[in-house]
């Protein structure tokens, strides 16, 4: 299977690509820098240099062209001001669903964040709140789209290794997760054709990353509230 990744050098991009590639999926990693080309190389990715917040549609349909599946993982990162949340939280989002609706690549799955879906709290410092829009308006703008998307809204993000169990609903998620988990999880969502359509919250957890994913998908199937 051939995948493309946007912001292929992001920390969840980058666990991510590594299980593709172990795997022997065709994983494709959309960069800004050049210089990041051979991190994703020794992690088996192929990486494309685009600065998704300078392309075209058309640039970015060139990169995803045959692929089966998009992943969306770029992000402006911690440092960026409320101007890049807008350019590149939600409109690069918005530029790889144009160009998989062009190319007819059909799934598409959002790595968004926990907040998302509701206006920021008042408390809230005037960069979070923009990030926390901008991923909203890039959910929303997704699920308005004819495509087999997954939106997955993980809670706070760690880096102490992966537990393999995690609670994925459609609950607001809160607490932690680990970016290893999160990585795991998009793979099996990847591999999971009925998860599209979910909106789905994920934090840590008791149950095994497979059946929860899979519990996902049946509970869609039997309207149990996770179909948004």
Same mark, same amino acid.
């Given at each position: 299977m051939k995948i493309v990744i946007a912001g292929g050098h992001g920390q969840i991009a980058r666990r991510l690509g590594r299980l593709l590639a172990a795997r022997g999926d065709s994983v494709v990693g959309i960069v800004r820098d050049a210089g990041h080309g051979s991190d994703l190389r020794a992690d088996g990715t192929e990486p494309v240099v685009c600065d998704l917040e300078k392309a075209s549609c058309d640039d970015v349909a060139a990169i995803v062209s045959g692929a089966e599946a998009v992943v969306f993982a770029a992000g402006a990162g911690p440092g960026s001001g409320a101007a890049r949340k807008h350019t590149v939280d939600h409109q690069a989002a918005v530029l790889l669903a144009d160009a998989a609706l062009r190319t007819g690549v059909?799934?598409?799955?959002?790595v968004s964040t926990r907040g998302a879906g509701s206006p920021p709290p008042a408390h809230?410092?005037?960069?979070?709140?923009?990030y926390v829009r901008a991923k909203t308006a890039a959910d929303d703008h997704l699920m308005a789209q004819d495509l087999d998307w997954t939106v997955l809204?993980?809670?706070a993000l760690t880096n102490e290794p992966g =537990?393999? =169990?995690?609670r994925l609903t459609a609950e607001r998620s809160v607490g932690e997760v680990t970016r290893d988990d999160v990585a795991q999880v998009l793979v099996?969502?990847?591999d999971t054709p009925a =998860?599209?359509?979910l909106v789905l919250e994920l934090a840590e957890g008791p149950v095994p990353v497979g059946e929860a994913v899979s519990y996902a998908a049946k509970a869609? =199937?039997?309207?149990?509230?996770?179909?948004?």
């Amino acid at each position: 299977m051939k995948i493309v990744i946007a912001g292929g050098h992001g920390q969840i991009a980058r666990r991510l690509g590594r299980l593709l590639a172990a795997r022997g999926d065709s994983v494709v990693g959309i960069v800004r820098d050049a210089g990041h080309g051979s991190d994703l190389r020794a992690d088996g990715t192929e990486p494309v240099v685009c600065d998704l917040e300078k392309a075209s549609c058309d640039d970015v349909a060139a990169i995803v062209s045959g692929a089966e599946a998009v992943v969306f993982a770029a992000g402006a990162g911690p440092g960026s001001g409320a101007a890049r949340k807008h350019t590149v939280d939600h409109q690069a989002a918005v530029l790889l669903a144009d160009a998989a609706l062009r190319t007819g690549v059909r799934r598409y799955v959002m790595v968004s964040t926990r907040g998302a879906g509701s206006p920021p709290p008042a408390h809230a410092d005037d960069i979070w709140a923009a990030y926390v829009r901008a991923k909203t308006a890039a959910d929303d703008h997704l699920m308005a789209q004819d495509l087999d998307w997954t939106v997955l809204r993980p809670a706070a993000l760690t880096n102490e290794p992966g =537990t393999g =169990t995690v609670r994925l609903t459609a609950e607001r998620s809160v607490g932690e997760v680990t970016r290893d988990d999160v990585a795991q999880v998009l793979v099996a969502l990847l591999d999971t054709p009925a =998860t599209a359509g979910l909106v789905l919250e994920l934090a840590e957890g008791p149950v095994p990353v497979g059946e929860a994913v899979s519990y996902a998908a049946k509970a869609r =199937t039997g309207q149990r509230g996770l179909h948004r």
